[in-house]
Antibody, heavy 117, light 106 residues
Protein backbone atom coordinates (compact mmCIF):
# COMPACT_ATOMS: atom_id res chain seq x y z
CA UNK A 1 0.00 0.00 0.00
CA UNK A 2 1.11 3.55 -0.66
CA UNK A 3 2.76 5.18 2.34
CA UNK A 4 4.47 8.51 2.84
CA UNK A 5 6.48 8.49 6.07
CA UNK A 6 7.62 11.91 7.22
CA UNK A 7 10.41 12.75 9.63
CA UNK A 8 9.82 13.82 13.19
CA UNK A 9 9.00 17.12 14.81
CA UNK A 10 11.54 19.93 14.68
CA UNK A 11 12.26 22.71 17.13
CA UNK A 12 14.41 25.43 15.63
CA UNK A 13 15.73 28.86 16.51
CA UNK A 14 14.79 31.93 14.49
CA UNK A 15 17.16 32.34 11.56
CA UNK A 16 18.04 28.65 11.43
CA UNK A 17 17.21 26.09 8.73
CA UNK A 18 15.49 22.73 8.92
CA UNK A 19 15.39 19.87 6.45
CA UNK A 20 12.58 17.35 6.60
CA UNK A 21 12.04 14.13 4.74
CA UNK A 22 9.21 12.16 3.18
CA UNK A 23 9.97 8.50 2.43
CA UNK A 24 7.69 6.91 -0.13
CA UNK A 25 6.83 3.24 -0.34
CA UNK A 26 4.31 1.01 -2.07
CA UNK A 27 4.65 2.62 -5.50
CA UNK A 28 7.24 3.70 -8.05
CA UNK A 29 8.65 6.90 -6.57
CA UNK A 30 9.72 8.38 -9.89
CA UNK A 31 6.29 8.00 -11.48
CA UNK A 32 4.51 10.63 -9.39
CA UNK A 33 5.11 14.26 -8.57
CA UNK A 34 5.46 15.08 -4.87
CA UNK A 35 3.88 18.19 -3.39
CA UNK A 36 4.45 19.99 -0.10
CA UNK A 37 1.70 21.78 1.79
CA UNK A 38 1.84 24.04 4.85
CA UNK A 39 -0.77 24.24 7.60
CA UNK A 40 -0.35 26.79 10.34
CA UNK A 41 -2.03 26.09 13.72
CA UNK A 42 -5.79 26.32 13.35
CA UNK A 43 -5.48 27.48 9.74
CA UNK A 44 -6.07 26.12 6.26
CA UNK A 45 -3.83 24.51 3.67
CA UNK A 46 -1.23 26.39 1.65
CA UNK A 47 0.60 24.95 -1.34
CA UNK A 48 4.39 25.33 -1.22
CA UNK A 49 5.53 23.59 -4.38
CA UNK A 50 6.26 20.29 -6.03
CA UNK A 51 9.11 18.21 -7.35
CA UNK A 52 9.20 15.67 -10.14
CA UNK A 53 11.43 12.97 -8.63
CA UNK A 54 12.31 11.56 -12.02
CA UNK A 55 13.66 14.77 -13.56
CA UNK A 56 14.29 16.86 -10.46
CA UNK A 57 12.11 19.63 -11.91
CA UNK A 58 10.60 21.87 -9.27
CA UNK A 59 7.80 24.41 -9.25
CA UNK A 60 7.27 26.75 -6.33
CA UNK A 61 4.54 28.99 -5.06
CA UNK A 62 6.09 32.47 -5.50
CA UNK A 63 5.47 33.08 -1.80
CA UNK A 64 7.86 30.24 -0.87
CA UNK A 65 10.46 30.68 -3.58
CA UNK A 66 13.09 32.03 -1.18
CA UNK A 67 11.94 29.95 1.77
CA UNK A 68 11.70 26.35 0.62
CA UNK A 69 14.03 24.11 -1.37
CA UNK A 70 12.71 20.79 -2.66
CA UNK A 71 14.92 17.86 -3.54
CA UNK A 72 14.50 14.13 -4.08
CA UNK A 73 16.73 11.06 -3.80
CA UNK A 74 15.66 8.36 -6.24
CA UNK A 75 17.89 5.74 -4.64
CA UNK A 76 16.03 5.94 -1.34
CA UNK A 77 12.62 7.04 -2.67
CA UNK A 78 12.74 10.05 -0.39
CA UNK A 79 11.68 13.64 -0.97
CA UNK A 80 13.11 16.46 1.09
CA UNK A 81 12.16 20.01 1.90
CA UNK A 82 14.53 22.50 3.43
CA UNK A 83 13.19 25.67 5.02
CA UNK A 84 15.62 28.52 5.54
CA UNK A 85 15.80 31.73 7.60
CA UNK A 86 13.09 30.52 9.90
CA UNK A 87 10.72 32.93 11.64
CA UNK A 88 7.66 32.44 13.83
CA UNK A 89 5.59 32.55 10.63
CA UNK A 90 7.13 29.20 9.66
CA UNK A 91 5.71 27.46 12.72
CA UNK A 92 3.35 24.95 11.13
CA UNK A 93 2.76 21.37 10.14
CA UNK A 94 4.21 20.51 6.76
CA UNK A 95 2.78 17.70 4.66
CA UNK A 96 4.12 15.88 1.65
CA UNK A 97 1.49 14.57 -0.72
CA UNK A 98 1.59 12.49 -3.88
CA UNK A 99 -0.10 13.96 -6.91
CA UNK A 100 -2.28 12.16 -9.40
CA UNK A 101 -4.08 14.14 -12.08
CA UNK A 102 -3.69 17.44 -10.27
CA UNK A 103 -5.14 16.14 -6.99
CA UNK A 104 -3.22 14.92 -3.97
CA UNK A 105 -4.23 11.34 -3.35
CA UNK A 106 -1.91 10.25 -0.53
CA UNK A 107 -0.57 12.42 2.25
CA UNK A 108 2.17 11.96 4.81
CA UNK A 109 1.39 12.25 8.51
CA UNK A 110 2.98 15.69 8.67
CA UNK A 111 6.10 17.18 10.22
CA UNK A 112 5.58 19.78 12.92
CA UNK A 113 8.04 22.66 12.90
CA UNK A 114 8.17 25.03 15.86
CA UNK A 115 10.30 28.14 15.61
CA UNK A 116 11.14 29.59 18.99
CA UNK A 117 14.05 31.18 20.76
CA UNK B 1 -3.96 33.24 -8.58
CA UNK B 2 -7.43 31.80 -8.28
CA UNK B 3 -9.05 32.44 -4.90
CA UNK B 4 -11.45 29.82 -3.58
CA UNK B 5 -14.11 31.02 -1.15
CA UNK B 6 -15.85 28.36 0.92
CA UNK B 7 -19.13 28.88 2.70
CA UNK B 8 -20.21 28.63 5.30
CA UNK B 9 -17.04 28.71 7.35
CA UNK B 10 -18.67 26.72 10.13
CA UNK B 11 -21.90 24.73 10.14
CA UNK B 12 -23.60 22.13 12.23
CA UNK B 13 -26.00 19.37 11.26
CA UNK B 14 -28.07 16.78 13.06
CA UNK B 15 -27.84 13.06 12.24
CA UNK B 16 -29.90 12.35 9.14
CA UNK B 17 -29.90 15.97 7.98
CA UNK B 18 -28.89 16.92 4.42
CA UNK B 19 -25.72 19.03 4.26
CA UNK B 20 -24.49 21.26 1.44
CA UNK B 21 -21.35 23.37 1.41
CA UNK B 22 -20.07 25.49 -1.44
CA UNK B 23 -16.80 26.58 -3.01
CA UNK B 24 -16.73 29.66 -5.21
CA UNK B 25 -13.79 30.36 -7.51
CA UNK B 26 -12.62 33.85 -8.47
CA UNK B 27 -12.20 32.65 -12.07
CA UNK B 28 -13.61 29.71 -13.94
CA UNK B 29 -11.99 26.35 -13.22
CA UNK B 30 -12.39 23.05 -15.01
CA UNK B 31 -12.88 20.86 -11.96
CA UNK B 32 -12.70 20.87 -8.18
CA UNK B 33 -11.21 18.49 -5.66
CA UNK B 34 -12.31 18.13 -2.03
CA UNK B 35 -10.40 16.92 1.01
CA UNK B 36 -11.60 15.87 4.44
CA UNK B 37 -9.49 16.61 7.47
CA UNK B 38 -10.23 15.56 11.03
CA UNK B 39 -8.51 17.20 13.97
CA UNK B 40 -4.89 16.14 14.38
CA UNK B 41 -4.79 14.09 11.20
CA UNK B 42 -3.67 14.57 7.60
CA UNK B 43 -6.11 15.65 4.91
CA UNK B 44 -7.62 12.86 2.84
CA UNK B 45 -8.65 13.10 -0.77
CA UNK B 46 -12.44 12.86 -0.62
CA UNK B 47 -13.94 13.92 -3.93
CA UNK B 48 -11.89 14.46 -7.09
CA UNK B 49 -12.62 15.75 -10.58
CA UNK B 50 -15.70 17.53 -9.17
CA UNK B 51 -17.87 14.47 -8.61
CA UNK B 52 -15.81 11.28 -8.27
CA UNK B 53 -15.68 9.72 -4.83
CA UNK B 54 -12.29 8.61 -3.56
CA UNK B 55 -11.91 5.01 -2.51
CA UNK B 56 -13.78 4.25 0.69
CA UNK B 57 -15.88 7.42 0.70
CA UNK B 58 -19.52 6.64 1.54
CA UNK B 59 -22.09 7.00 -1.22
CA UNK B 60 -24.00 9.61 0.84
CA UNK B 61 -21.37 12.10 -0.34
CA UNK B 62 -21.62 13.77 -3.72
CA UNK B 63 -19.95 16.62 -5.55
CA UNK B 64 -21.15 18.83 -8.35
CA UNK B 65 -20.57 22.13 -10.07
CA UNK B 66 -18.92 23.88 -12.96
CA UNK B 67 -17.27 27.15 -13.85
CA UNK B 68 -16.96 29.18 -10.66
CA UNK B 69 -19.44 27.36 -8.43
CA UNK B 70 -18.97 23.95 -6.84
CA UNK B 71 -20.57 22.10 -3.97
CA UNK B 72 -20.19 19.09 -1.72
CA UNK B 73 -23.38 17.45 -0.43
CA UNK B 74 -24.03 14.84 2.23
CA UNK B 75 -27.44 13.28 1.74
CA UNK B 76 -27.80 12.22 5.37
CA UNK B 77 -25.39 13.44 8.03
CA UNK B 78 -23.63 10.86 10.18
CA UNK B 79 -21.44 11.47 13.22
CA UNK B 80 -18.30 10.33 11.41
CA UNK B 81 -18.77 13.10 8.82
CA UNK B 82 -17.87 15.83 11.33
CA UNK B 83 -14.64 17.29 9.94
CA UNK B 84 -13.24 20.21 7.99
CA UNK B 85 -13.63 20.05 4.23
CA UNK B 86 -11.31 21.90 1.84
CA UNK B 87 -11.78 22.51 -1.86
CA UNK B 88 -8.77 22.72 -4.19
CA UNK B 89 -8.20 23.73 -7.80
CA UNK B 90 -5.34 23.42 -10.21
CA UNK B 91 -6.85 24.64 -13.43
CA UNK B 92 -4.27 27.40 -13.28
CA UNK B 93 -1.04 27.90 -11.38
CA UNK B 94 -0.55 27.90 -8.50
CA UNK B 95 -2.77 25.22 -7.02
CA UNK B 96 -4.95 26.84 -4.37
CA UNK B 97 -7.13 25.68 -1.48
CA UNK B 98 -10.21 27.19 0.05
CA UNK B 99 -10.14 28.19 3.72
CA UNK B 100 -12.31 25.23 4.65
CA UNK B 101 -15.80 24.51 5.96
CA UNK B 102 -15.90 23.07 9.44
CA UNK B 103 -18.84 20.69 9.79
CA UNK B 104 -19.93 19.89 13.32
CA UNK B 105 -22.43 17.40 14.65
CA UNK B 106 -25.44 19.03 16.27
Amino acid sequence: QVQLQQSGAELARPGASVKMSCKASGYTFTSYTMHWVKQRPGQGLEWIGYINPSSGYTNYNQKFKDKATLTADKSSSTAYMQLSSLTSEDTAVYYCAREVRRAMDYWGQGTSVTVSS
Amino acid sequence: QIVLTQSPAIMSASPGEKVTMTCSASSSVSYMHWYQQKSGTSPKRWIYDTSKLASGVPARFSGSGSGTSYSLTISSMEAEDAATYYCQQWSSNPPTFGAGTKLELK
